[in-house]
Each structure stands twice: as structure tokens, then as C-alpha cells.
């Protein structure tokens, strides 16, 4: 008797031992992924950061990394030329985000309440093929459209007798150009996440409203904006999360110029780091736009937020 209570508390130590083993398991699973993060997402956050605060620049041999505290941030805020392309920036995602979402939604909306079948499909088809052309593809066609000699829109624009603009090379059109290629490509990406987003409205609203005799504006305003809501916010955040980090089709289009014109923040950073290679300066302004990005982002849902709360207690 004793020797078998002796095996049945060895068994059941056995399995409490088992089970606090494979009850951490998970977390050694996990180890891999997170040693993947730290080394690919943390540590070169962590080393940016660190570089920022110092003098780093490659095409210097004296300046080597020493500290310098916050001069290089210093040194970017009280610079004409990188308030000048933050300017660029608020204004290319301003204006391009805000045109994408109208036209977008205005043309989700015809889809929605117009179109069927195949004849859906089929724009669908036109209107999503811009946005699967990769962007410096999109930027040389734009490129050559604009062309001032023999592209083609200023070869019809001249046989109509309106002129022929210099749409790449004017201090005043170039950044409105690129402005339209990318309004040209994205604007899709707008159309299908509102068209989705009017799809999964329930149609009882609809019915109810045309019962109640309600004329498509207020239903458009009180069905169709409520019960939306939230698709636009995600669509506009995505948007312009996305505009912001632009660079390629400007890049390939005007290059920045003529002068600073057309040039962003995020491609001064670039001839910070690539074309001076003042690390220490390059990394300051990621840290600067971060946090612009962040700042912007929780200005955005916070007064979305105060909305949705205004609109319960109505």
C-alpha cells in the first residue's frame, strides 16, 4: 500500500511539473518572433534615436559620432529650408487626401446606389488598376505626360489653343503636378473602402427613410454620413499616413525642384542622410516627423472622438 501511494504521488508531481511546462511553452515560442523584433525594429529605432543626439557624418572623418546633445534639432527648427518643406508636406496631404476622399466617395456612392453586376466589376477593374502600378512607374508616366515639349497634355492643350503650361518646371505648378498623379493613383484606394463601407449599410435604413419620405440629401446626411462614419475615419487616417511618407513619384517627376518648390520633408531627409550623409541631422528630422505623425494622428481621432460624443447625446 505504501508503495503505490509512493507511485501516485510521484504522478501527480510528474504532471504538475508537466503542466507548469507546458504552460510557459507559449513564451518560449514567442522568443524567436520578439529577437526578430528587437533586432530588426528596436534596436535600430533605439540606435536612430541615439544617433540624433550626436554629430555622425559619414563624408566627415572628424566627425565622428560625438555627442552634441539637441543641436541637431535645434539646428532643423530654426532652418528656413525644412519649414519649407514641412509647408510642402501639410500641403500635399492636405489638398491630396481631402480631393481623394470627394471624389472617392462621391464615386463610391454612384457605384453603390447605380451600378450593378458586371458593369461594377468592370470599373472596378478600370478604376483599381492605378493603384496596383508601382509608384515610380506611375511617376514616369505622369513624367512623360507632363513632358513641356511633346507630351501628349500639352499637345492637345496646344491644339485647342489653351497653351502649353510648363507643368514640371514652374515654381508655382510643379508640386500641384505630382499632386495630381498621386490623386490620379490613390483615389482608388479611397473608392474601395467607402464602397465597402456603403455596402454594409443595411438597407432597411434606406427603406425606412424613403417611408418616412425623406429626400436624398437627409438621407445622405442621416443615414449615409452616420453609418459611415467610422470607414471614413480609417480611410482619411490610412490615407494620410500614407501621404506623408511620400516620395517616389516626386522623386522620378521634379526631383525636389525647380529649387525647393515641390521638395518634401520626407526627401530632404533623404539628402540629409544620402546626399550629405549627416546622419546625426538625417535621423533628427525621422524623429521630428514621427513625431508630427504621432501629434497629427491623435489630434485627428481625438476630434473624432468629441464628434461621435456630440452625436450620442443628440
Avoid: C
Amino acid at each position: 500500500m505504501a508503495s503505490s501511494s509512493d507511485d501516485t504521488q510521484a504522478h501527480r508531481s510528474t504532471g504538475l511539473s508537466s503542466y507548469v511546462r507546458n504552460e510557459h511553452l507559449e513564451y518560449w515560442f514567442a522568443i524567436p518572433a520578439l529577437l526578430i523584433l528587437l533586432a530588426l525594429v528596436i534596436f535600430p529605432m533605439l540606435w536612430s534615436l541615439w544617433t540624433s543626439f550626436t554629430d555622425l557624418n559619414l563624408s566627415v572623418a572628424t566627425r565622428n559620432g560625438a555627442f552634441v546633445g539637441l543641436a541637431n534639432y535645434a539646428d532643423l527648427l530654426t532652418s528656413e529650408r525644412f519649414w519649407t518643406t514641412i509647408g510642402n508636406t501639410a500641403y500635399y496631404v492636405g489638398f491630396g487626401v481631402a480631393i481623394e476622399f470627394t471624389l472617392g466617395f462621391a464615386i463610391a456612392l454612384f457605384m453603390a446606389n447605380y451600378t450593378r453586376g458586371r458593369v461594377t466589376t468592370v470599373l472596378f477593374t478600370l478604376l483599381l488598376l492605378p493603384m496596383m502600378m508601382a509608384p515610380i512607374v506611375a511617376g514616369l508616366i505622369w513624367r512623360l505626360l507632363f513632358q513641356e515639349s511633346f507630351g501628349p497634355i500639352n499637345y492637345l492643350l496646344g491644339a485647342v489653343g489653351v497653351g502649353q503650361p510648363p507643368w514640371l518646371s514652374s515654381t508655382a505648378m510643379s508640386l500641384n503636378s505630382v499632386l495630381i498623379a498621386d490623386i490620379w493613383q490613390w483615389t482608388p484606394f479611397m473608392i474601395l473602402i467607402l464602397y465597402t463601407g456603403r455596402l454594409s449599410i443595411s438597407e432597411d435604413l434606406y427603406e425606412a427613410a424613403r417611408i418616412d419620405g425623406a429626400d436624398r440629401w437627409f438621407t445622405f446626411r442621416h443615414v449615409t454620413l452616420p453609418q459611415m462614419k467610422g470607414v471614413i475615419a480609417i480611410a482619411i487616417l490610412l490615407r494620410a499616413m500614407d501621404a506623408f511618407k511620400f516620395f517616389d513619384k516626386m522623386f522620378v517627376m521634379t526631383g525636389g525642384g525647380p529649387g525647393t518648390s515641390s521638395e518634401l520633408a520626407t526627401y530632404y531627409n533623404y539628402l540629409l542622410g544620402f546626399d550629405s550623409f549627416s546622419m546625426g541631422k538625417a535621423t533628427a528630422m525621422s524623429w521630428l516627423l514621427l513625431l508630427f505623425a504621432v501629434v497629427l494622428a491623435n489630434v485627428f481621432l481625438s476630434v473624432l472622438e468629441r464628434g461621435e460624443g456630440g452625436d450620442r447625446v443628440v
